[in-house]
């Protein structure tokens, strides 16, 4: 006889958004801050956090979670939208405005992507017009997801929505925008200069989940699968491997609660927590790559610098400064480079990738002691990435020792 718990379908959510508002967890505070920018009349609001951190899934349950009377809520992902010409992302817009506000498109004259082209402005002074009479008493706010992806690298070439976007937010006193941003280097900064008419944007982290919330996600997602137990040491390892990351942590679960299907064994413990994390490293790859596309490749070395330092320590007070372990590496670290890896290092805390954790003495100044923060992501680092594989990127992008300095640091390693 077939045992209904093998039938039951996976709760837990990878590589997909979230739709189901009681999924989601920690977000309160996120949600208290837009109501009261929304209510205070903040015209453009600003989330940030790094990518697979679950922006996309807040993102589709806004409208559920927060209750303002006064608004309506509309999505645009604007992932894709780099190229494409500005008509094209209003027509787009626009029929995501329709749709979402369950407008019928009989009743609402959307210009032609054609109309657009030639005078962008009929968004506003044809579409939206309609839009608020629609909505009456009601207030427009947009959603756009991925809104860094509309500038290349060097924030230079900049899809000419986001200028229009400027031109009109303050002119229309129903719009309102919320941007969702990865943490492109300097995204903040220059969201901030781009918007300086609008005035300083009020912005707020999208982060890791706290120990509780946590917790919650791991218990409370499985909810209909009631003989579904987790032995408190699995919890307690769940939150150390994934340090609270949503991604991480529902990536975990996932596994755990497919192996225990599998084996019809609803009772999860350490030794099946074991099981699932080379799993995990693999199935996961996208979320631990996708993190890294805002790195240079020298902050990249420093990741795996770091994850390496932690790896030879015996224990966190023994993890040394990842200037000495390229140092085993052979690079010359000179005076100029120290400070030079030392503000990459600062970049990637500031990125939310290391947290420092104490100070060590080289050659004769103190130099900052890091830990990569969330240990799942160390684990992959030194799985997929391990400075012993990365020796040609290493000579080509640092000064390497002579062999004269090799045999002197060796001499002098103990002093």
Same mark, same amino acid.
Request: hydrophobic share 40%; with cysteine; glycine share 4%.
């Given at each position: 006889?077939?045992? &209904?718990?093998?039938?039951?379908?996976?709760?837990?959510?990878?590589?997909?958004? !979230?739709?189901?508002?009681?999924?989601?967890?920690?977000? +309160?505070?996120?949600?208290?801050?837009?109501?009261?920018?929304?209510?205070?009349?903040?015209?453009?609001?600003?989330?940030?956090?790094? *990518? *697979?951190?679950?922006?996309?899934?807040?993102?589709?349950?806004?409208?559920?979670?927060?209750?303002?009377?006064?608004?309506?809520?509309?999505?645009?992902?604007?992932?894709?939208?780099?190229?494409?010409?500005?008509?094209?992302?209003?027509?787009?817009?626009?029929?995501?405005?329709?749709?979402?506000?369950? !407008?019928?498109?009989?009743?609402?004259?959307?210009?032609? #992507?054609?109309?657009?082209?030639?005078?962008? #402005?009929?968004?506003?002074?044809?579409? &939206?017009?309609?839009?608020? @009479? @629609?909505?009456? *008493?009601?207030?427009?706010?947009?959603? &756009?997801? +991925?809104?860094?992806?509309?500038? %290349?690298?060097? $924030?230079?070439?900049?899809?000419?929505?986001?200028?229009?976007?400027?031109?009109?937010?303050?002119? #229309?006193?129903?719009?309102?925008?919320?941007?969702?941003?990865?943490?492109?280097?300097?995204? &903040?900064?220059?969201?901030?200069?781009?918007?300086?008419?609008?005035?300083?944007?009020?912005?707020?982290?999208?982060?890791?989940?706290?120990?509780?919330?946590?917790?919650?996600?791991?218990?409370?997602?499985?909810?209909?699968?009631?003989?579904?137990?987790?032995?408190?040491?699995?919890?307690?390892?769940?939150?150390?491997?994934?340090?609270?990351?949503?991604?991480?942590?529902?990536?975990? $679960?996932?596994?755990?609660? @497919?192996?225990? *299907?599998?084996? %019809?064994?609803?009772?999860?413990?350490?030794? %099946?927590?074991?099981?699932?994390?080379?799993?995990?490293? +693999?199935?996961?790859?996208?979320?631990?790559?996708?993190?890294?596309?805002?790195?240079?490749?020298?902050?990249?070395? !420093?990741?795996?610098?770091?994850?390496? /330092? #932690?790896?030879? /320590?015996?224990?966190?007070?023994? !993890?040394?400064?990842?200037?000495?372990?390229?140092?085993?590496?052979?690079?010359?670290?000179?005076?100029?480079?120290?400070?030079?890896?030392?503000?990459?290092?600062?970049?990637?805390?500031?990125?939310?990738?290391?947290?420092?954790?104490?100070?060590?003495?080289?050659?004769?100044?103190?130099?900052?002691?890091?830990?990569?923060?969330?240990? =799942?992501?160390?684990?992959?680092? =030194?799985? @997929?990435?391990?400075?012993?594989?990365?020796? %040609?990127?290493?000579?080509?992008?640092?000064?390497?020792?002579?062999?004269?300095?090799?045999?002197?640091?060796?001499?002098?390693?103990?002093?």
């Amino acid at each position: 006889m077939t045992n &209904l718990m093998t039938l039951i379908k996976n709760p837990y959510t990878v590589g997909r958004p !979230i739709f189901k508002p009681e999924n989601l967890f920690g977000r +309160e505070t996120i949600l208290s801050f837009i109501q009261e920018q929304l209510t205070s009349g903040a015209k453009v609001t600003l989330l940030h956090g790094q *990518r *697979r951190m679950g922006m996309t899934s807040f993102m589709n349950n806004i409208a559920e979670y927060v209750r303002l009377d006064e608004f309506v809520f509309v999505r645009l992902s604007l992932e894709d939208k780099y190229n494409k010409s500005l008509d094209k992302i209003l027509y787009d817009l626009a029929r995501n405005i329709t749709d979402e506000l369950g !407008i019928s498109r009989t009743t609402i004259n959307i210009p032609t #992507q054609e109309d657009l082209k030639v005078e962008p #402005q009929d968004f506003v002074n044809i579409f &939206l017009l309609q839009v608020y @009479q @629609q909505l009456k *008493r009601k207030n427009l706010v947009l959603l &756009l997801d +991925e809104f860094d992806m509309l500038w %290349d690298n060097s $924030c230079q070439e900049i899809n000419s929505f986001v200028y229009f976007l400027i031109s009109i937010i303050n002119l #229309q006193e129903k719009l309102f925008i919320i941007l969702f941003v990865g943490r492109r280097e300097s995204s &903040l900064e220059f969201i901030q200069s781009l918007f300086r008419e609008v005035g300083k944007l009020p912005h707020k982290e999208l982060g890791l989940l706290d120990k509780s919330n946590t917790i919650k996600l791991v218990t409370e997602i499985p909810r209909e699968a009631t003989n579904y137990r987790y032995d408190p040491d699995v919890i307690e390892a769940i939150w150390e491997l994934s340090g609270g990351h949503p991604y991480y942590t529902q990536l975990l $679960c996932y596994n755990l609660f @497919q192996q225990a *299907r599998n084996k %019809d064994k609803w009772n999860v413990n350490y030794q %099946d927590f074991q099981g699932v994390i080379n799993k995990s490293l +693999e199935e996961g790859e996208p979320a631990f790559v996708s993190p890294l596309e805002v790195l240079s490749t020298q902050q990249k070395l !420093i990741l795996s610098a770091v994850a390496e /330092a #932690q790896k030879r /320590a015996t224990n966190s007070d023994h !993890i040394v400064s990842p200037l000495v372990i390229l140092e085993m590496y052979d690079v010359k670290v000179m005076e100029n480079l120290i400070e030079e890896l030392i503000t990459a290092a600062k970049h990637l805390v500031d990125l939310r990738f290391l947290e420092e954790i104490g100070e060590q003495k080289f050659r004769k100044i103190k130099v900052p002691i890091y830990k990569v923060r969330i240990e =799942l992501f160390r684990l992959w680092l =030194l799985k @997929q990435h391990p400075l012993e594989r990365q020796r %040609d990127l290493i000579n080509e992008l640092f000064p390497k020792k002579s062999s004269l300095q090799r045999i002197w640091d060796m001499a002098f390693s103990n002093e």
